[in-house]
């Protein structure tokens, strides 16, 4: 292991230079950290966390994979999550504590696997049968060889049977974007509506069509996994493909493929693995968009990771339902810095080399007028990353007033505006996590029952920006939790905007508290509408546990029990 010959090593160096180990003021050096634990798991990433140390002013972590070193990095909190791996293989996780002094050395290493198994779609080559049929919305792979890399030139393009052409890509467009370290792209300039289509991007439609980064073109196990543009395909369609050998070194003249036909009925199955009606979400939600407005469509979402942003618009009466909570995941970064805005899409389809003329927005699910639409059983997680954790980036959000929403058994997870919503929303027995305004937005009433509220680092709940005359943001039978590692005191109930144009509306009834949420509850930077709440209007709650209120300062108000009965149920809260 990696962790011993580094440690037999600082001991040779220690004698080579004549300072015996009792030189060294063992003291002052740290504790060998405890209590390391495995936390959480994607298909891509582990996070791990452990127990402090006193005198620590750093903590420096150690991944192993079959024996070899994979990664390594410092972090100065208790947890670490550690990106960019692959899906269903094993990893030994280690840590050790670091100070002025020295360090701890390594603690004994904990085991923990990735989620899932890597992707197999079925190649584009065999028989023209039903079986050997892609989804519309399928990968397209080529295998080129583990030494593979990707180009800066050359074209994948997609033709129909008689020659034309339906699609392509050009790895110019590569020199747009970054590449992270599982092989997502995103863009080196924020997505604005003067941005000018490339084939790095993508037009999701559902109506209207969303300008959003997407990756195209990745390398896994020795294969090219080509992502066609939303829509590029029809249903029944006789294909093929050509890639240039500058694309990932390796020429393709010609790759015949089908697709399947078009799905019966208004149930709608997604799997990954191209055993279903779809291979993504986002395709699913462009088909349910033509089966007419009010028709009731419920998406059925097999296991898996999506790596994906979603648009979905005009469309009511819609479920989206996963396999299970915590192995359906819909996973994709974006943020302010890539896309800007809440969010919006054009009425007409930009054609490449023009401006997109609107802002698709930092969110990773888009939903717009949109009602009665369901969401229960997995998970949606807003991958983007940033040491500060800055940055606005939505994991959804419902542009719908006067719209109705439900969550059911759902994770919701990003760091700052996890959660941004307008109309009327029921979230049930769920998990939302984030630090910065982590909930917030225009609701006529968004009511959070039996619900996880989980604060990753130091910051705000809620910022609310209510109109008048609405219940805005409840909070009933919640736990109000925190990650290991946030300060006591840290995390405030709600902060304001400071528009007095609208109301901060925020109630909190029968919750539990932990020592993470500040004493005086509801934070000062700004004075919130209404200064002074009243029993309707403004920041209060009833029924706190786990701590004392007895420190609330003047902004909020504790409601008594006749007052509290206004928020103590769905039926009262959303009539």
């Not at 405890?34 to 959480?40: A, D, E, R, T």
């Not at 915590?326 to 389809?349: H, L, R």
């Not at 994991?395 to 969550?407: A, C, P, R, S, V």
């Amino acid at each position: 292991m990696r962790v011993l010959v580094k440690t037999a090593l600082c001991l040779l160096l220690a004698v080579a230079c004549g300072k015996p180990a009792a030189d060294v003021p063992s003291s002052d050096i740290p504790a060998v950290p405890q209590n390391l634990k495995f936390h959480s798991a994607t298909d891509i990433s582990l996070t791990f966390q452990w127990g402090a140390v006193e005198g620590a002013t750093s903590y420096e972590w150690e991944l192993t994979g079959e024996g070899s070193f994979l990664k390594e990095g410092t972090s100065a909190k208790r947890n670490v999550t550690v990106e960019g791996l692959t899906a269903g293989t094993s990893y030994s996780f280690s840590v050790q504590a670091v100070n002025a002094a020295g360090k701890s050395g390594f603690c004994a290493p904990v085991e923990a696997s990735t989620t899932g198994k890597t992707p197999e779609p079925p190649g584009p080559e065999g028989p023209d049968t039903p079986s050997s049929a892609l989804c519309v919305d399928a990968p397209l792979t080529v295998e080129v060889g583990s030494g593979a890399a990707l180009g800066t030139s050359g074209l994948i393009q997609v033709f129909k049977a008689d020659g034309t052409l339906v699609d392509k890509i050009d790895m110019a467009d590569i020199s747009k974007v970054d590449i992270l370290s599982d092989g997502t792209m995103v863009p080196k300039e924020t997505i604005d509506n003067g941005t000018v289509l490339h084939t790095f991007m993508d037009l999701l439609h559902s109506t209207r069509y969303r300008p959003v980064h997407y990756t195209p073109v990745r390398l896994e196990g020795g294969s090219l996994v080509i992502k066609l543009h939303n829509e590029a395909l029809d249903f029944g369609g006789s294909y093929y493909f050509t890639v240039d050998a500058s694309v990932a070194g390796k020429a393709v003249e010609r790759a015949d493929f089908t697709t399947k036909a078009k799905p019966s009925g208004t149930t709608l199955k997604v799997a990954a693995d191209g055993s279903a009606d779809f291979c993504t979400v986002q395709g699913a939600l462009s088909y349910a968009t033509t089966l007419g407005k009010n028709d009731a469509v419920t998406i059925e979402v097999a296991d898996g990771t999506y790596r994906e942003l979603l648009y979905l618009r005009d469309k009511n009466n819609l479920t989206i339902k996963g396999a299970s909570r915590g192995k359906t995941v819909i996973a994709y970064p974006n943020n302010e810095s890539y896309a800007t805005g809440s969010g919006s899409a054009a009425s007409s389809k930009p054609f490449l080399g023009s401006t997109v003329g609107v802002l698709g927005g930092r969110c990773l699910f888009l939903a717009e007028s949109c009602d009665n639409l369901v969401i229960e059983n997995l998970t949606i997680e807003n991958t983007f990353w940033a040491d500060d954790h800055k940055g606005q980036a939505e994991t959804i959000y419902f542009n719908g007033d006067n719209k109705k929403l439900t969550i059911e058994s759902c994770n919701l997870i990003s760091w700052q505006d996890t959660f941004l919503c307008k109309g009327e929303v029921w979230v049930h027995n769920s998990l939302i996590a984030g630090h910065v305004d982590f909930i917030w937005g225009y609701p006529k009433a968004c009511l959070f029952e039996d619900c996880e509220i989980r604060s990753r680092a130091g910051g705000y709940i809620v910022q609310a920006r209510c109109p008048a005359g609405s219940k805005g943001f409840v909070f009933l039978n919640c736990s109000l939790t925190a990650e290991d590692g946030v300060s006591n005191g840290s995390v405030w109930l709600a902060r304001s905007g400071g528009d007095t144009s609208v109301l901060d509306n925020v109630t909190y009834v029968n919750c539990s508290m932990t020592a993470a949420i500040a004493p005086a509850g509801w934070h000062t930077g700004k004075t919130p509408t209404p200064a002074t709440p009243t029993a309707t209007e403004g920041w209060k709650e009833y029924g706190t546990t786990g701590v004392s209120t007895s420190s609330r300062n003047s902004y909020g108000k504790i409601l008594t029990a006749a007052e509290a009965e206004a928020y103590a149920s769905k039926e009262a809260v959303l009539p």
